[in-house]
C-alpha cells in the first residue's frame, strides 16, 4: 500500500532555504533512487531525509497538489 510522506534534502546537502518538506508518494516496497514530490522536484534518495509526519517548513506547492485544485 503506499502512503504520502514528507521528503526534504538531509542537513549539509543544501541551504536551510531550500530544505522544505515535501510531499511524496512512498512505494509500497523498496526505497526509490529519486523521490518525485507533488510539485515535481526530484530528490535523490542519498540526499533525502524521509519522515511519516511533515517536518520543517512545507512546500506550498506540493500542498497544493496534495488537496486537488484550489478555487477562487
Not at 18 to 25: C, F, V
Not at 41 to 52: G, K, M, R
Request: proline share 7%.
Amino acid at each position: 500500500m503506499n502512503r504520502t510522506v514528507a521528503v526534504r534534502y538531509a542537513f549539509g546537502v543544501v541551504g536551510e532555504t531550500r530544505r522544505e518538506a515535501h510531499l511524496a508518494t512512498a512505494p509500497g516496497t523498496g526505497i526509490p533512487a529519486e523521490w518525485l514530490t507533488f510539485c515535481g522536484v526530484e530528490i535523490p534518495a542519498n540526499q533525502a531525509e524521509v519522515s511519516d509526519k511533515p517536518a520543517g517548513m512545507p512546500c506550498v506547492r506540493c500542498l497544493a497538489g496534495a488537496t486537488g485544485s484550489i478555487k477562487s
